[in-house]
């Protein structure tokens, strides 16, 4: 049932160029996405005045590219919310917002929770889902699936790119209807977005290298995750994966805000991973990491090929192929899926059943 793989983790990783064709097909035109179980009407859409987009761990990592997208393509103001907190903010919504849930399995208890009471303050509710038939599902107004298959091992990693693709669909979506964004410059999304499963294929083609450095994190006790944007956010899930699998303490920061407190924690014994994908904040990204360099870090850089200055800052970089920024995220998180994989391998932990933690969290 692992198909030749050790791990259902592993299997997962190398499943994702399919499941990110599978979550495109049909929705794409030329300049158009098409959203064919979504029942909003352009009018609607035009009518909103505010996007709460809430879920749990990876899926709200998903949801913090979502804001950044759905903003500068729509225009629509957008608040990320953890869904254990979302309900107890007194948020405000109407009949103007929009809640969009992400679940994976479409049955955690506080992302179900926020549904409900996102409904019953009258907004309007989309859930971004890999179930069909789950609670979510069900009792959302409108759903879009994530083709993803289903996944088995505990840390998430084909849900979350498709749950990315999901982003970009809706993002695209949201400004089509609201005239924010020209057909042109939607086709020109469009039209990189169907390179995607092709090029995340070659990524997990560097599996080897990333597998042999994997082996110099073995005894590292802390690690640090920088970028900027939406690198950022990305930086959220690779520490994420990393604690949750290997159980390393990771912590990921925001690459310019390490001066205001907790540059003194980088040493030669914290590994930095820097990612350099955007590229309107590239340079400050690279003065962000000779600033750990400084300090002794070993500093691995992900950056897209061409950019070439990156590597005279970093002790090892990985190269990704050239995309629209807003869709390096799906790139960028396969090194470090792979790294946390490879990490918890060499260190003897159980890869797909983490300890203490559970696919499916159904209580609060
Ligand atoms: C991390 C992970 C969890 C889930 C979270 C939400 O690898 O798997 O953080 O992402 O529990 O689960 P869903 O998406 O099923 O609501």
New binding site residues.
Partial sequence: EKGGYDHFMLKEIYEQPKALRDTMASRLGEQEVILQEFKLSAEEVKDLHKVFIV?????WHAGLVGKTLIERWARIPVEVDIASEFRYRSPLIDKHTMVVV???????AD?LAALREAKKLGARVVAVTNVVGSSVSREAHDVIYTWAGPEIA???TK?YTTQLEGMVLLGLYLAQARGTMSPEKIGQVITALKEIPTQAQEVLEQAKDIEDFAQSFVDVEDTFFIGRSLDWNVAMEGA??LK?ISYIHAEAYAAGELKHGTLALITEQTPVIAIATQMDVYDKTVSNVKEVKARDAKVIGITFQGNKDLAKSVDHVIYLPKTVVELAPILTVIPLQLLSYYVSVARGCDVDKPRNLAK??TVE
């Fill in positions: 879920a749990c761990g990876t899926a992400i679940s994976q399995s479409g049955e955690t992302t505990v840390a998430s849900a994420l994966k949750e499916s969290v």
